[in-house]
């Protein structure tokens, strides 16, 4: 099925906040080594961005499963085109950050992972690290570790009659967050996947639903949608700092629905203009962007300090730039062709 241009967009928009959110304290810090001010921009809550990936997951899975609703073998082949999907190029980036810990740890912000750690980390599971943090040994891994637990669940939905695979998922994302909620702190590692952040996959999905039943927004009334969501986010940016996480997740999590929705449930029409088509191709490789974006952030910032004299924001210009440079690169050279391998082994 083919992609929807904007839900691309939305997708390299979501991926860019992600990297905003993570260069900023780069710039400050190089702004303190050279003198130069710098003042951290809170315009949007930027890690929100992952709360709109998430809502995207979930509506992408129906969206474009739709062929295996109720056919016999749906759940492997599901399994092994999400694997085929996320494995190859998340062990790329884990095993190149570990190589970094080896050879220059004092680039690292984090600390030595252990070697239990390690393995959670290519077998996606929740694992406490050296610092007392539930994360992969590569941070950013942790959203993966939720994609997973979605996807093993929708797989298992799949073996249901397909009028039950949509309720099957949202009562299991349901449950956990319930158990967590209400009975918890439960262990490892279901106190981590009991954490409202996964009710978005089943919003997303509820937003698929809806588009397959015809729903659609008119021209102003998705605009004003979107802005809505956009307004959502502006007010999060301001919220009390001292919120909880159902808190967090209601503010961002709404916002991400309503942007969400007013990017898939437009009326289809005429090839869109050069700019959202430029998005939308930085959207297809917004996994990628998600995923490199740090290397390229970290190595920049080692060259700008060594080098002196360069101004934050101009720092800032430069490595989004690099960033999305190369994640278009490695989206076209490395992650679709091993995408590709991996489905053919997999058979999916």
């Known amino acids: 099925m083919q992609p929807i241009s904007s839900i691309q967009v939305l997708r390299a928009l979501a991926a860019l906040m992600v990297a905003i959110h993570h260069v900023q304290p780069d710039a400050a810090l190089l702004a303190e080594a050279t003198g130069h001010s710098f003042q951290r921009s809170d315009l949007l809550p930027w890690m929100a961005g992952v709360d709109i990936f998430f809502v995207v997951s979930g509506f992408i899975m129906v969206h474009a499963s739709q062929d295996l609703f109720g056919r016999a073998g749906a759940s492997g082949v599901f399994l092994r085109r999400r694997l085929a999907r996320i494995v190859p190029l998340y062990w790329a980036m884990t095993s190149a950050f570990l190589l970094i810990a080896l050879v220059s740890p004092s680039v690292l912000n984090s600390g030595t992972p252990s070697l239990a750690q390690i393995a959670g980390s290519y077998l996606f599971w929740p694992m406490l690290s050296t610092q007392g943090v539930v994360q992969p040994a590569y941070s950013l891994g942790w959203t993966l570790n939720y994609e997973m637990l979605f996807y093993v669940v929708f797989a ?10 949509l309720p099957a998922v949202v009562l299991a994302l349901a449950a956990l967050v319930a158990s967590e909620s209400l009975a918890g702190p439960l262990p490892l590692p279901f106190g981590f996947w009991g954490q409202p952040i996964v009710l978005e996959f089943a919003a997303g999905m509820g937003i698929a639903l809806l588009r397959r039943r015809g729903f659609r927004l008119h021209g102003v009334l998705r ?9 959502v986010l502006v007010a999060a940016a301001h919220r009390d700092e001292g919120a909880g996480t159902w808190s967090v997740v209601a503010w961002n999590g709404s916002a991400a ?3 969400v929705l007013a990017a898939a449930c437009g009326r289809d029409g005429p090839m869109p203009p050069q700019p959202v088509r430029t998005l939308a191709m930085i959207g297809d490789a917004s996994y990628a962007l998600y995923l490199v974006h740090p290397f390229v952030i970290r190595g920049l910032r080692e060259i700008a300090l060594r080098a002196g004299g360069l101004s934050p924001e101009l720092y ?11 994640a278009l690169l490695i989206h076209r050279w490395f992650e679709r062709p091993m995408t590709r391998i991996f489905r053919r082994r997999l058979g999916g």
Do not use: F, Q
């Not at 298992?156 to 695979?165: E, H, K, N, S």
């Not at 800032?316 to 190369?326: C, F, H, R």
């Open 316 to 326: 800032i210009l430069i490595a989004l730039t690099g960033a999305i440079v190369a």
């Open 223 to 231: 605009v004003l949608v979107a802005l809505g969501g956009i307004a």
């Open 156 to 165: 298992g939905a799949l073996l249901l009659p397909a009028r039950w695979t």
């Open 257 to 259: 629905i309503l942007l």
